[in-house]
């Protein structure tokens, strides 16, 4: 026997309606507002001098809701009953109130406890509004008595069962997305499966509404999104879109790619991952092909390029996510083009462990390069000395923060240089606190500012020895009577900004000068700073342009600015450079850290960084050495034993005072300048150059302190004030600014800068010693 659905008889005409929402609201708030001034009454009113009869009114009102209340309580009607009750009860409590309120001083009971119930009463009534809660139990009534009821079949003619046809019409038809739209042509695939396809018909004339997507359809049919598909039908207007909703299927191809990604290589598991978040709209990387692969046990290697006429962009970080990286430093990046890039991925970062340097890393080559550390592939992270190709030595700049791993290149540098027949001059503006292992094991290392500025005077003066005496020869004969030079200044950025301006405009010009013109003669300059702003560097971008022509070492920065300034000019094409951190966490990604196991105790960094050089950016670190008792014997060992390059006899002449006592006090008081002819020439070479100054003959006359090439230079030159007076004053009807720049010299070496002939000619120009005649034109007053 089958059972049907059929509707309840609605009830009694005379059933009690019920209230609306927003006539439930209005109404519930004037009761609370009426029980507010009636309760207040309760408790204020008996203290009022009233007739008898004004109090007898609130008892009498109590005993008629009683009455009322008693009558209606021979219904049947158990909700009648009820509604009946909760009317009555306000009444019948604050009648209660008021009379204990009377009671209170007849029988000597203190006033404020009936006040108190009054209040509670008030409080009771607001809270709860039994007066409205009557009339909605009567719409609750009226609900409930319109609800279907199961029926037994009266007869024959029975109407015939809901199909799945007419449930899935019924579910489109209640929801409001689907507006005045039908489903038709329903056609279900497998009975007792929830699987069908139909047409979604709009009415005639117009288009099926654009927010009928499928996110919208699973909700009309609480489906997950990905079992609804849509397409538009052939040979029809867009007043029809085809519909399938299938949630078994979805199920089923859900399991199927599962079970092929448990399946797949390797291989198709990266062009997979590729395809799908990388090189997709709102991917990774849109546009960019990953044109060869190789999956090796510890790394992947990945050649990538855009399309052509595009240049390749990529988002590291972004990259990273993609590609399920959570340690961004196991993607290393390398540009080769505007377009390519080689992409390496490691399982674990490569520069973690990283081997102690050997005797034949710091032995320069064939090339003149020496090996520093070893860079993320492997390979050895060389740079250049000497440029056997040019003639010239090599100038460097390392930049990073404190304990990026500055000093530790820079010992790597001196033992090379010792070890490389290289002289080696070394200054540590810190007073020698970071480089003690080099103080005796190089042929001069400065301790403090004073003895650094020393030490530039000297090597200023080596140079101009050399320059006398180069027979007019362009570049350096590296197999000639004199060795190569390499002066390195560690934390030189001290001296560069030191509060003494005197101190500071002399050392940025010495070191500039020594940029500019030393290479030729064989003195190269390697400095390590910690920023790269003009500010640190005695506002002097020479110091910095210069600096980065050889080598430039970019260790971890405290700002992106010194990084982008450092690679300003230089930076490879194509080259994707990304900050190193200051540690490195393995096993520290989310679902360490939610599970409570990530590693707390991360790698530190010092080492680690980008090298620049002959046009490539290499991720590398340097050569680790193990530190005992604040030094590091591995490279004490390395260096001694070696002989030790100094001067020949006439260069040391030459650097004067300084340097025959540089092995005394650090920063002691220096022997005076004198003007005493210094010695001849070189005569000699020995096998480890020449001999030192000490060699001197008995008895010959001690050179004086090396002069001061900056204050020499400013004597013997005019100002610029005096180049502008004397250049205008050949031309009565005035110069144009850009040619009176270029008349004194402007980006030439040698010649002033360009801030500094313009500020030259405001302040002439303020003082009315020039008369501007036009825009940019100027002419004596």
């Known amino acids: 026997m089958t059972t049907e659905i059929v509707q309840a008889p609605a009830a009694a005409a005379d059933a009690e309606q019920g209230l609306t929402r927003r006539a439930a609201r209005r109404l519930a708030l004037a009761e609370r507002l009426l029980y507010g001034a009636a309760g207040t009454w309760a408790a204020a009113g008996p203290l009022v001098d009233l007739p008898w009869w004004g109090h007898g009114a609130a008892l009498a009102t109590g005993a008629a809701a009683g009455m009322r209340l008693w009558k209606r309580s021979a219904s049947d009607d158990w909700t009648a009953q009820l509604a009946s009750a909760m009317r009555a009860l306000p009444v019948l409590g604050w009648s209660a109130a008021y009379g204990a309120g009377l009671l209170a001083p007849a029988i000597?009971?203190?006033?404020?406890?009936?006040?108190?119930?009054?209040?509670?009463?008030?409080?009771?009534?607001?809270?709860?509004?039994?007066?409205?809660?009557?009339?909605?139990?009567?719409?609750?009534?009226?609900?409930?008595?319109?609800?279907?009821?199961?029926?037994?079949?009266?007869?024959?003619?029975?109407?015939?069962?809901v199909t799945f046809d007419d449930h899935m019409r019924a579910l489109w038809a209640r929801a409001e997305i689907t507006g005045a739209t039908e489903l038709v042509g329903i056609r279900q695939y497998t009975d007792g499966q929830p699987d069908f396809e139909a047409v979604v018909l709009a009415p005639a004339g117009q288009a099926v509404p654009r927010l009928l997507d499928k996110r919208s359809i699973a909700a009309v049919f609480d489906v997950p999104v990905d079992a609804v598909e849509t397409a538009e039908l052939p040979d029809t207007g867009p007043g029809r879109i085809a519909l399938q909703v299938a949630p078994k299927l979805a199920e089923a191809r859900r399991a199927k790619a599962f079970a092929a990604a448990v399946e797949e290589s390797?291989?198709?598991?990266?062009?997979?991952?590729?395809?799908?978040?990388?090189?997709?709209?709102?991917?990774?990387?849109?546009?960019?092909?990953?044109?060869?692969?190789?999956?090796?046990?510890?790394?992947?290697?990945?050649?990538?390029?855009?399309?052509?006429?595009?240049?390749?962009?990529?988002?590291?970080?972004?990259?990273?996510?993609?590609?399920?990286?959570?340690?961004?430093?196991?993607?290393?990046?390398?540009?080769?083009?505007?377009?390519?890039?080689?992409?390496?991925?490691?399982?674990?970062?490569?520069?973690?462990?990283?081997?102690?340097?050997?005797?034949?890393?710091?032995?320069?080559?064939?090339?003149g390069r020496i090996s520093v550390g070893i860079a993320h592939d492997g390979s050895p992270a060389r740079i250049q000395l000497f440029n056997h190709d040019t003639g010239r030595a090599q100038h460097g700049i390392t930049a990073g923060t404190t304990g990026a791993g500055k000093s530790g290149l820079m010992r790597l540098l001196g033992a090379a240089q010792r070890i490389s027949g290289v002289i080696s001059w070394m200054a540590?503006?810190?007073?020698?606190?970071?480089?003690?292992?080099?103080?005796?094991?190089?042929?001069?290392?400065?301790?403090?500012?004073?003895?650094?500025?020393?030490?530039?005077?000297?090597?200023?003066?080596?140079?101009?020895?050399?320059?006398?005496?180069?027979?007019?020869?362009?570049?350096?004969?590296?197999?000639?009577?004199?060795?190569?030079?390499?002066?390195?200044?560690?934390?030189?950025?001290?001296?560069?900004?030191?509060?003494?301006?005197?101190?500071?405009?002399?050392?940025?010009?010495?070191?500039?000068?020594?940029?500019?013109t030393g290479q030729k003669v064989g003195i190269g300059i390697d400095l390590a700073v910690q920023s790269l702003h003009l500010k640190e560097l005695g506002d002097n971008h020479e110091i910095r342009e210069k600096g980065k022509e050889g080598h430039v070492f970019l260790l971890r920065t405290a700002s992106?600015?010194?990084?982008?300034?450092?690679?300003?000019?230089?930076?490879?094409?194509?080259?994707?450079?990304?900050?190193?951190?200051?540690?490195?966490?393995?096993?520290?990604?989310?679902?360490?850290?939610?599970?409570?196991?990530?590693?707390?105790?991360?790698?530190?960094?010092?080492?680690?960084?980008?090298?620049?050089?002959?046009?490539?950016?290499?991720?590398?670190?340097?050569?680790?050495?193990?530190?005992?008792?604040?030094?590091?014997?591995?490279?004490?060992?390395?260096?001694?034993?070696?002989?030790?390059?100094?001067?020949?006899?006439?260069?040391?002449?030459?650097?004067?005072?300084?340097?025959?006592?540089?092995?005394?006090?650090?920063?002691?008081?220096?022997?005076?300048?004198?003007?005493?002819?210094?010695?001849?020439?070189?005569?000699?070479?020995?096998?480890?150059?020449?001999?030192?100054?000490?060699?001197?003959?008995?008895?010959?006359?001690?050179?004086?302190?090396?002069?001061?090439?900056?204050?020499?230079?400013?004597?013997?030159?005019p100002t610029i004030r005096e180049r502008i007076l004397a250049a205008l004053a050949d031309v009565p009807e005035g110069m144009a600014l850009r040619d009176?720049?270029?008349?004194?010299?402007?980006?030439?070496?040698?010649?002033?800068?360009?801030?500094?002939?313009?500020?030259?000619?405001?302040?002439?120009?303020?003082?009315?010693?020039?008369?501007?005649?036009?825009?940019?034109?100027?002419?004596?007053?």
């Open 266 to 367: 390797p291989e198709q598991a990266l062009l997979r991952i590729w395809n799908e978040h990388v090189n997709i709209t709102g991917g990774a990387a849109p546009g960019v092909q990953l044109v060869q692969y190789d999956i090796g046990e510890d790394e992947i290697r990945l050649r990538i390029a855009a399309a052509r006429g595009k240049r390749l962009g990529i988002n590291h970080d972004a990259l990273c996510s993609a590609l399920g990286i959570d340690d961004t430093s196991r993607l290393v990046m390398e540009g080769a083009g505007p377009r390519e890039a080689v992409g390496y991925i490691y399982r674990t970062n490569p520069l973690l462990v990283v081997r102690a340097p050997t005797a034949e890393d710091l032995t320069m080559d064939e090339r």
């Open 560 to 717: 992106s600015s010194t990084q982008g300034m450092g690679l300003d000019g230089i930076a490879p094409i194509g080259a994707h450079i990304h900050p190193i951190p200051e540690r490195i966490y393995e096993g520290a990604g989310a679902k360490e850290l939610f599970e409570g196991t990530a590693a707390v105790e991360g790698v530190p960094t010092p080492g680690m960084g980008w090298l620049i050089t002959e046009g490539k950016a290499i991720l590398f670190r340097t050569f680790v050495l193990k530190k005992i008792g604040g030094r590091y014997p591995q490279l004490e060992e390395l260096m001694d034993g070696r002989p030790l390059p100094t001067l020949t006899s006439g260069e040391a002449a030459a650097a004067g005072a300084a340097y025959e006592h540089r092995h005394t006090t650090a920063d002691a008081p220096a022997p005076q300048a004198t003007d005493a002819p210094q010695t001849a020439p070189d005569a000699t070479v020995g096998p480890a150059g020449a001999a030192g100054a000490a060699d001197a003959p008995e008895g010959a006359q001690r050179p004086g302190e090396a002069p001061s090439p900056f204050a020499a230079a400013k004597a013997k030159g």
């Open 108 to 161: 000597g009971y203190p006033n404020g406890w009936p006040m108190l119930g009054a209040g509670l009463w008030t409080a009771a009534m607001v809270v709860t509004a039994p007066w409205t809660r009557s009339k909605g139990l009567a719409r609750a009534v009226e609900y409930v008595e319109t609800l279907p009821v199961l029926a037994e079949p009266q007869s024959a003619a029975q109407p015939q069962p």
């Open 740 to 781: 009176l720049r270029k008349a004194l010299g402007c980006g030439t070496d040698g010649g002033p800068t360009t801030g500094a002939v313009n500020n030259e000619v405001n302040k002439l120009t303020a003082e009315e010693a020039l008369i501007p005649v036009g825009r940019g034109i100027y002419r004596l007053s």
């Open 428 to 516: 540590d503006v810190q007073g020698g606190m970071s480089l003690p292992e080099m103080d005796g094991r190089v042929d001069w290392m400065a301790k403090g500012p004073v003895e650094t500025m020393r030490q530039l005077r000297a090597l200023h003066a080596v140079k101009a020895y050399r320059e006398k005496h180069s027979n007019g020869r362009g570049d350096f004969d590296f197999r000639g009577p004199w060795r190569l030079i390499q002066w390195t200044g560690d934390e030189i950025n001290r001296l560069l900004s030191s509060l003494d301006q005197d101190v500071r405009k002399e050392a940025a010009w010495m070191i500039a000068d020594l940029q500019k």
